[in-house]
Nanobody, 117 residues
Framework: QVQLVESGGGLVQAGGSLRLSCGVSGVTFRIETWAWFRQGPGKQRELVASISRGGDTNYTDSVKGRFTISRDSAKNPVVLQMNSLKPEDTAVYYC???????????WGQGTQVTVSS
C-alpha cells in the first residue's frame, strides 16, 4: 500500500522560507506527474504546483515567482521550495501523484505551514 508522508512544515514569519519534502513508500519509483496541494483553514484543498513527467511545471497564480516544485529522489519524488511566504500561505500541505489531473493515492497527514505576520 502506498503511503505518503509530507514533512518540512513549521512556523515562520512572513517573508521567510520553508522546504517541503514528500516521502513515498510502497511503490516502485518511476518518473510521473506529482503535485503539491494545500488546504487552508475553512477552505477546500487546492492545487498549488505540479511537475509533469517531462519536467514541465505549473503553479497557481498566488504562488508564482515564490514557490518552486522540483524532483528529488526515488523515496522523495517531489519537493516544494517556498520563499517569500505570506500569511495567506498558511495551510496544511499535501503531496500526491496525478493521473489525468486526479490525485492517485490516499492522502497523507500533510505538513502544517503557518506564516505569521
Amino acid at each position: 500500500q502506498v503511503q505518503l508522508v509530507e514533512s518540512g512544515g513549521g512556523l515562520v514569519q512572513a517573508g521567510g522560507s520553508l522546504r517541503l519534502s514528500c516521502g513515498v513508500s510502497g511503490v516502485t519509483f518511476r518518473i510521473e506527474t506529482w503535485a503539491w496541494f494545500r488546504q487552508g483553514p475553512g477552505k477546500q484543498r487546492e492545487l498549488v504546483a505540479s511537475i509533469s513527467r517531462g519536467g514541465d511545471t505549473n503553479y497557481t497564480d498566488s504562488v508564482k515567482g515564490r514557490f518552486t516544485i522540483s524532483r528529488d529522489s526515488a523515496k522523495n519524488p517531489v519537493v516544494l521550495q517556498m520563499n517569500s511566504l505570506k500569511p495567506e500561505d498558511t495551510a496544511v500541505y499535501y503531496c500526491n501523484r496525478l493521473i489525468g489531473g486526479v490525485p492517485r493515492y490516499t492522502w497523507g497527514q500533510g505538513t502544517q505551514v503557518t506564516v505569521s505576520s
